[in-house]
């Protein structure tokens, strides 16, 4: 759990100023007193602190996919191993290391596959979302 990934997407963007930096914890349960949840687009989720306004993750609706801040750990092994939507990236910013860097393009023909797949599925069993 060292390898850090990196969203340069416009959204994360806003959310935090700058490029967004997640861990992959799939299936992870994140709860908490200040915890705020809020659908951020038509398919994910994010959360921040409701007492100091930490951004703690982003996860899809439909899966067990979770991406947590980077910046909640302590660890000092940590690596910058993939930017996401990096051709979305402001030319105001570069990483120096060396990582696996994705497209907008990659990113769609990776995931709408699995979100259509999931939306069938739920509209066929008519399944709630899931509920993290």
């Known amino acids: 759990m060292n390898d850090v990934g990196v969203c340069h997407c416009r959204m994360c963007r806003r959310w935090g100023g700058g490029p967004w930096m997640a861990l992959q914890a799939p299936g992870s349960l994140v709860s908490g007193d200040t915890l705020v949840v809020y659908r951020s687009s038509g398919f994910a989720e994010r959360a921040f602190c409701g007492r100091c306004g930490a951004h703690i993750f982003h996860r899809p609706q439909d899966g067990p996919e979770q991406a947590i801040s980077a910046g909640l750990f302590n660890i000092t092994s940590l690596q910058v191993?993939?930017?996401?939507?990096?051709?979305?990236?402001?030319?105001?910013?570069?990483f120096e290391t060396a990582s696996e860097k994705r497209s907008t393009a990659s990113m769609a023909r990776e995931w709408l596959p699995r979100i259509l797949h999931r939306r069938i599925v739920r509209w066929l069993t008519k399944a709630p979302a899931p509920r993290h």
């Open 81 to 94: 191993k993939r930017e996401i939507f990096y051709d979305a990236k402001p030319p105001y910013y570069r």
